[in-house]
């Protein structure tokens, strides 16, 4: 059965640096999205992506984010320079039609920033 | 989105069929209710969605009443693989675009053996 992977599964970084997070998704699907959950709370939505083009972002997603599908496979998501606080489990997920129907998780990266 | 209320936990036996409520008072016709859970330090996983009739695949069931202000999951027969938390999440359909979702704390439903 198809599914979403994602590299690393755990990153340690130091406060500052920049990172790059990547998701495999499922090969036929269109619609791309990241979330986080910090420790012990809740899953928060970042991005969604579609057509090449971000198509709904939240005011966690600011300008130290950004997200890109660098060829037909890959999607990443980067974050500038970290922070302390950006220390979490980010999760990329996958939808093959539009709207919020059935959307695949992946494992997950646990990001962790000193 | 309209907003949900779940129980903050429930407790089934193995074997037993687990019901979980959800209350959606203010769902607009538009909004679907979808269902998604969260084994520990796992990606969600989807469960099953329906607008207004009741839905079942090889997951569970979903029960919506005749006012769609409420919801039920069942899990038929519930096993211990099932421990998780469970969302229940109102969201509507835009015209196109891919939505996010928006994940509430959930019911975490714990299966004792």
């Known amino acids: 059965e198809p599914e979403v992977t994602q590299t690393p599964s755990h990153q340690v970084t130091q406060m500052g640096q920049e990172v790059i997070l990547r998701c495999v998704p499922i090969?036929?699907?269109?619609?791309f999205y990241w979330y986080r959950q910090i420790l012990g709370q809740k899953v928060e939505f970042l991005v969604s992506f579609y057509n090449n083009e971000i198509s709904e972002k939240s005011e966690i997603f600011d300008d130290q984010f950004s997200v890109e599908r660098p060829d037909g496979s890959n999607f990443t998501l980067k974050i500038r320079s970290t922070k302390l606080e950006d220390s979490a489990m980010y999760f990329c997920?996958?939808?093959?039609?539009?709207?919020?129907?059935?959307?695949?998780f992946g494992p997950g990266t646990r990001l962790t920033v000193l | 989105d309209a907003k949900t209320t779940q129980p903050t936990s429930m407790d089934c036996a193995e074997g037993r069929a687990a019901n979980l409520p959800c209350n959606h008072s203010?769902?607009?016709?538009?909004?679907?209710v979808y269902w998604y859970r969260q084994i520990h330090s796992q990606g969600p996983q989807y469960i099953i969605h329906?607008?207004?009739n009741n839905e079942t695949n090889e997951m569970a069931s979903l029960i919506i009443t005749e006012d769609r202000k409420s919801s039920t999951l069942i899990l038929p027969h519930a096993t211990l693989r099932d421990t998780a938390v469970y969302y229940c999440i109102v969201r509507v359909h835009s015209g196109g675009g891919a939505d996010g979702l928006t994940f509430g704390k959930g019911t975490h439903l714990i299966i004792q053996p």
């Open positions: 090969s036929n699907h269109l619609y």
């Open positions: 329906g607008l207004k």
């Open positions: 203010t769902i607009s016709g538009n909004e679907y």
């Open positions: 997920a996958s939808g093959q039609v539009a709207g919020a129907s059935e959307q695949f």
